[in-house]
């Protein structure tokens, strides 16, 4: 009996006792796998160094015929030379001023010149001036007329030599929200993107002893580098807030 109660506990023993480590058995494997593929790319980049390059098919057109340059001559321009380069805005900027309607009375209509344009677009043309070359201004086309005796409409496009000084230029006319101007935070100008276009028109009519009272309304607008200024000064006090938006919409869509 006693033999038969001791057999099960030295067994259980022997099963109990401590095992042999298994650790460094999986790290030898591991790092003898690693350096196989190691060894593996190693002996497969220097096979492919020593082989001569396989050679590339042939083009299916072996030359590129090429003009030959021609020498400068009258109709040579700076259009000519830039043509794979050239956009539309590249060209005469009054070209992409709205029309005239017919029968009023045009009073301006070209390139106007920077300091000219901050005579008399600035109270301190001076400070004007200096603003719109730190700006970089590239050059600025003008066109006004008179409509009848009540209307005077002032439509300017301002290029810029980079889009960041025009959307700058842009977002300076929030000055028009103050009492002096409009006098409101304006609208949205109808068919223009939000972010791109506003309309103001006065909030009161200006009464000045002596003279006829003015409403005026502008809209603005970027495009690109360009930014469209439309004005409408009107002396009889009851400005046409359709009319403004229409020119400006034409004059967009010409840009």
Sequence with gaps: MEHEQTAPEQQK??????????????????????????????TGYAIQYHRAPTPLPPLAQQSVDVPEPLPADEST????????????????????????????????SGAEPLDEFAADYYENP???????????????????????????????????YERAGAEDHRVGYSFMSEPKF?????????????????LWVDSKVRQTPGYQ?????????????????????NNRGDLDETALAELAKRQWERL
């Design 13 to 42: 023993g022997a099963e109990t006792g401590p095992r042999r480590p298994r650790r460094r058995t999986l790290l030898l494997i591991a790092g003898a796998a690693t350096l196989g593929i190691l060894a593996g790319t190693v």
């Design 77 to 108: 321009s700076l259009r000519t030379i830039n043509a794979n380069r050239w956009h539309k805005t590249d060209d005469d900027l009054t070209k992409l001023l709205v029309e005239a309607p017919g029968g009023v009375e045009v009073s301006y």
């Design 213 to 233: 009272p003015v409403q005026s309304g502008r809209a603005v607008a970027r495009r690109g580098d360009i930014v469209m200024d439309v004005k409408i000064q």
């Design 126 to 160: 001076g400070s004007g001036l200096r603003g719109i070359l730190t700006r970089h201004v590239r050059r600025i086309a003008t066109l006004r007329w008179k409509d009848g005796d009540h209307n005077v409409v002032t439509v300017r496009l301002k290029q810029f």
């Design 182 to 198: 409009a006098g409101n935070p304006g609208k949205d100008l109808p068919g223009v993107p939000a972010a791109f276009g506003h």
